[in-house]
């Protein structure tokens, strides 16, 4: 089975502090996504890789950065935590393009605070 | 660009009745669909997708979906929920040209009553 996974499931941190949250996964997957959650809006793609190096911005990449030295992980950043970015963070990961699959496989979630 | 309107944010129902989901989407190129659940606490599953084919779908918990293009609509639907349905459903489509992504709706609480 697919496995994708989480550093974090409930993290606290401070206004202003830089935010690690790291995810893993063991398919060998090409693309790896970074999706917030919030109430009545869905998920919305932050950022979304296609390769070791490579990324792409999504629907609302402000105030997040992404790194993806490893085919397997793929980091989101928050340099400077506001409270403003509160959410539910889901990462996931998917087979490339002309696999004629596109299902994505999630992780778990983070639930972040920022006081 | 594409969008994707679950128009019923929550569902109260009691068990053992039927209930539906509804999608739809705004797309005039092909596209694949899926539904996906989400648990109290968990991230998110894939429930079942229509890729290509018989346009009705099915998943392993009794639950089925069919995809009317001429509606753009890909209504969830199960003849009979258990308290064990109770969740957040996410309706997604993507692009079949343009098959990286996923365009997510807003979600829709099922809650099933005993």
Redesign the interface.
């Known amino acids: 089975d697919v496995k ?1 996974t989480q550093s974090s499931r409930y993290l606290v941190k401070r206004t202003g502090e830089k935010v690690f949250l790291e995810c893993v996964q063991d398919m060998d997957h090409e ?1 790896m ?1 970074w ?1 917030r959650q919030d109430p ?6 932050i950022y ?1 890789s ?1 390769d070791v190096k490579m990324k792409e911005k ?1 629907d609302i990449p402000e105030g997040y950065s992404v790194s993806r030295e490893k085919k397997e992980r793929f980091s989101l950043i928050l340099e400077s935590a506001s409270t403003n970015q509160t959410s539910m963070y ?1 990462c ?1 990961s ?1 087979f ?3 696999q ?10 983070t639930r972040l605070t920022v006081l | 660009a594409q969008s994707v309107t679950q128009l019923d944010s929550q569902v109260p129902v009691f068990e053992e009745a039927p209930v539906e989901l509804r999608c739809n989407y705004s797309s005039s190129v092909s596209v694949y669909l899926f539904w996906y659940v989400q648990y109290p606490n968990q991230g998110l599953q894939l429930l079942l997708k229509y890729l290509s084919g018989s346009t009705l779908v099915e998943s392993i918990n009794g639950f089925e979906a069919e995809f009317n293009k001429s509606q753009t609509s890909f209504h969830l639907r199960k003849p009979s929920v258990h308290i064990s349905d109770t969740a957040e459903y996410f309706c997604a489509v993507s692009d079949r040209y343009n098959t990286d992504k996923l365009i997510f709706g807003t979600g829709t609480r099922l809650q099933v009553f005993p």
């Not at chain 1, 009545?40 to 793609?45: A, C, F, V």
């Not at chain 1, 004629?100 to 979630?109: D, I, K, S």
């Open positions: 994708v693309n996504f999706y009545g809006l869905g998920l919305r793609l979304f296609y999504g889901l996931a998917s490339p393009p002309g004629a699959r596109n299902e994505q496989f999630f992780g778990p979630g």
